[in-house]
T-cell receptor, first 114, second 114 residues
Framework: SAVISQKPSRDICQRGTSLTIQCQVD?????MFWYRQQPGQSLTLIAT?????????ESGFVIDKFPISRPNLTFSTLTVSNMSPEDSSIYLC???????????FGPGTRLLVL | GENVEQHPSTLSVQEGDSAVIKCTYS??????FPWYKQELGKRPQLIID?????GEKKDQRIAVTLNKTAKHFSLHITETQPEDSAVYFC?????????????FGTGTRLTIIP
């Protein structure tokens, strides 16, 4: 399967600031997604990162709060804007490669907002 | 949209016994059902998946069954071992190849008692 990396792996941020999370894949993938996993909870899809166009957001998530970029087939960023303690979560990217036809997750970014 | 319910939320099993986790889904158009295992502090790992044209799939000690009429699917782990202890998530999507968004169940914390 594709090797997926995320940066940073963890961070502690002050409320009101923004953090950009990077997701890098070692091969071209057809689809990239961003999920949020709050402490002790399941995974919730934030948005589908579309290559060269605006991301597709799920209900309850908006572009102003979670801007996403995907400039090519191997890289995407998620920004968590104007953070509050409620944004403390693990943020995971996932990818689907044409070869594998299944969805694999990156290692996640553990975010704590004070 | 899709809603996936998962039961039980916690499960303790004696080592060597079997464990069964059940999920139901609401969207009759869903046709792809993966299962992920998440160990503490790690990313979700795909352990098995099933597509709607198949009623059962087995991989060594792990099996998944699907009943499309009743809209439920189950994970079966036989001869459980301590390393099976983790949180297990079921998911559902509309795509045959996992390239559509996944809706996750709430998770089952499985503990194997030595």
């Amino acid at each position: 399967s594709a090797v997926i990396s995320q940066k940073p792996s963890r961070d502690i941020c002050q409320r009101g600031t923004s953090l950009t999370i990077q997701c890098q894949v070692d091969s071209q993938v057809t689809m990239m997604f961003w999920y949020r996993q709050q402490p002790g909870q399941s995974l919730t899809l934030i948005a589908t990162a579309n290559q060269g166009s605006e991301a597709t957001y799920e209900s309850g998530f908006v572009i102003d709060k979670f801007p996403i970029s995907r400039p090519n087939l191997t890289f995407s960023t998620l920004t968590v804007s104007n953070m509050s303690p409620e944004d403390s979560s693990i943020y995971l990217c996932s990818v689907v490669s044409q070869a594998q036809e299944t969805q694999y997750f990156g290692p996640g970014t553990r975010l704590l907002v004070l | 949209g899709e809603n996936v319910e998962q039961h039980p939320s916690t499960l303790s099993v004696q080592e060597g016994d079997s464990a069964v986790i059940k999920c139901t889904y609401s969207d009759s158009a869903s046709n792809y059902f993966p299962w992920y295992k998440q160990e503490l502090g790690k990313r979700p790992q795909l352990i098995i998946d099933i597509r709607s044209n198949v009623g059962e799939k087995k991989d060594q000690r792990i099996a998944v069954t699907l009943n499309k009429t009743a809209k439920h699917f189950s994970l079966h782990i036989t001869e459980t071992q301590p390393e099976d202890s983790a949180v297990y998530f079921c998911a559902a999507s509309r795509a045959n190849f996992g390239n559509e968004k996944l809706t996750f169940g709430t998770g089952t914390r499985l503990t194997i008692i030595p």
